[in-house]
DNA sequence: ATCCTTCCCTAACAAGTGTTTGGTAGGTTA
DNA sequence: TAACCTACCAAACACTTGTTAGGGAAGGAT
C-alpha cells in the first residue's frame, strides 16, 4: 500500500491536551497569526520543534482547538434545541448555556471571535462555516417563533435582532474572567434581562 | 544639531490619504499581522518599497489610521457631551454618532476592534488606552447619572451594563456595509430601540 | 542486558517578512 | 538646457517564520 505514511509515534492524549491549552491561551492573548510556535513552546517550557512531536502543524493545533469547542457547544445547544420550550424559554436557556461555554472554552471562544472569519475561508476549516449557518438557522427560527407567538416585539428587523442577540453574547468572551464576581449564569441573567426588557426604566 | 536627518522628501498628502484607505481595507480583511506590505503595495498597484517613499514603516500605517479615526470620534463625542443633554438622550445621541462613525470609517473601526487590545500594549500606542478609559468615563457616567434620575433601572450591574451597551454598538461594524438597506441613523434607532425597551413584548 | 517507546533537544532548512539603497522616468521650475 | 522634485521600480538586505531530520535520555518490557 503505497500510502502516505504516518511516522509510528503515538503521542499521549493528555499531553496533547495540556499542550492545546497553553497554545490557546497564547493564540487568544497575542492573536493566532502574531503567536509564534517559538512562543507556544516556550510558555510550553520546551523548544519549538519539539511541539512537533505532538502536532503536525500550527494549523492543526487551532484546529483541534476550534473544533473540541464546536463539538461541545453542539452537544449543549442541541440538548436545548430539542427540549421543545417556548421561543423566550429557548432565548434563555441558549443565551445561558452561552455563557457556561464562555466559562469553560474563554480562551477557544476568543480565538474564534477573532479569526473565525478569517479560518472559514479556507477549505479544511469548513465546519466553521456550516457551524454558523446552522447557529443562525437555530436562533433565527428561536426569535421567529417569538414575534409569532408575541412573546417578542413585532416591529424590529429580525435579522438585526438576530445579530444584535448574538454579538451581545459573545463578545463577552472578550473580557469575561473565569472565577470574577459573576457566575456565568449570573451574567446570563442580566444579560437576559438587558436583552428582553431593556436598560431604560419603564415610567 | 547632530539629531536624526528625516530623509528630504515631500509625499503628497492626498497621496498618502489614498494609500491609507487602500491599506485599512486589507488590514480589516486580513488583520494586521496576517497583511504583507507587499500585499498592501498589490491593491495599490505598486512594489512593497514604493510604500516607504509614503511612510516609514507598516506600523505607521495602522498607527495613522487609527489615530486618524480616534481624532473624528472624539470631536463628535466632545459635541455630544458638551450638549448638556439628559441621560437618556446622551445615550441616544452617543450611538447615533457611533453608528455614523461606523459608516464612515469602517475600515478603521473594525481594524480597531480587531487589534487595539495587542496595540495597545506598545508605548506608540498609548492613545488607545488613553482612548478607552476616556469613553469608559463618558458611557459609565453617562449610565451612573441615568441610573440617579430614574432615567435607567437601578437593579443592574452598572459595569456590565456598560459593557453590553459598548459592545453591541462597536461590533456592528464586523458585518455593517455601507449603502446597505438601513442608514447608519436608521440602525441606531433600532439599535437604540432594543437596549432601551429590550426585544420581549410587555404584556 | 537489550530493545522499544515516549518525549524532548540540537541544528538546520527554505520561504517569507519588513525595510533599505540606488536608480530613473516624467513633469515643473529656473 | 539644466537643475530639481515627485513617485515609483529593481534588487537586495537581515531577520523571522513554520517545519524537518537525526539523535539521545529516561524508563518500562522482554
Known amino acids: ?13 493528555e499531553r496533547r491536551r495540556e499542550l492545546l491549552a497553553t497554545a490557546a491561551e497564547v493564540f487568544a492573548a497575542q492573536g493566532y497569526n502574531a503567536t509564534t510556535v517559538r512562543r507556544i513552546a516556550d510558555a ?13 502543524s500550527k494549523e492543526s493545533m487551532i484546529d483541534e482547538i476550534l473544533s473540541t469547542f464546536l463539538t461541545e457547544l453542539w452537544e449543549g445547544y ?37 479569526e473565525s472569519r478569517q479560518l472559514a475561508a479556507q477549505p479544511r476549516f469548513q465546519y466553521l462555516v456550516d457551524s454558523q449557518q446552522k ?10 417563533r417569538g414575534v409569532a407567538d408575541h412573546s417578542f416585539r413585532a416591529d424590529l428587523d429580525i435579522r438585526l435582532t438576530y445579530r444584535f442577540v448574538r454579538d451581545t453574547v459573545w463578545v463577552a468572551a472578550s473580557w469575561y474572567r473565569p472565577g470574577g464576581l459573576h457566575s456565568p449564569e449570573e451574567i446570563a441573567r442580566q ?8 436598560i431604560a426604566l419603564d415610567s
Request: hydrophobic share 45%; glycine share 6%; aromatic share 10%.
Open 1 to 13: 500500500m503505497p500510502t502516505k505514511k504516518k511516522p509510528q509515534v503515538t503521542p499521549s492524549p
Open 44 to 56: 510550553a517550557g520546551m523548544l519549538a520543534g519539539s511541539l512537533y512531536y505532538h502536532f503536525d
Open 78 to 114: 442541541d440538548a436545548v434545541l430539542a427540549a421543545g420550550l417556548a421561543p423566550r424559554q429557548t432565548i434563555e436557556a441558549l443565551v445561558t448555556e452561552s455563557f457556561r461555554e464562555i466559562d469553560r472554552h474563554r480562551a477557544a471562544v476568543a480565538i474564534y471571535q477573532k
Open 135 to 144: 447557529f443562525e438557522k437555530a436562533w433565527l427560527g428561536t426569535l421567529e
Open 191 to 198: 444579560y437576559l434581562s438587558m436583552v428582553l426588557d431593556g
